[in-house]
């Protein structure tokens, strides 16, 4: 991650910028809240880390069980309670 950004490739080869808005960590798994711009009104993401310790560079996947997206969601929405962005 370089200036709050980080790049994901997908499996094409096609890559996607996103902006760092917050992270956090639970039960030992690091999750990201990310937006494609801090300009305008944008959807916001939320990104798991799903590397192993093996792994040189962190691999990141959309978080898409619901149950686990809503739970990650709240926790966001608690630590970004007093900024702007929600």
Do not use: P
């Not at 950004?5 to 917050?22: A, M, R, S």
């Not at 990104?47 to 996947?61: F, I």
């Not at 686990?68 to 900024?83: C, M, P, Q, S, W």
């Amino acid at each position: 991650m370089e200036d709050n950004k980080i790049v994901l490739t997908d499996e094409d080869g096609t890559k996607e910028e996103f902006y760092v808005v917050e992270e956090t960590k639970i039960n030992d798994v690091n999750y990201l809240l990310v937006c494609e711009s801090l300009d305008e009104e944008t959807e916001a993401f939320i990104l798991k880390d799903t590397s192993s310790a093996e792994d040189e560079e962190a691999v990141y996947e959309f978080v898409e069980d619901d149950t686990e997206l809503e739970a990650v969601a709240d926790i966001f929405a608690e630590l970004l309670e007093d900024e702007d962005l929600i």
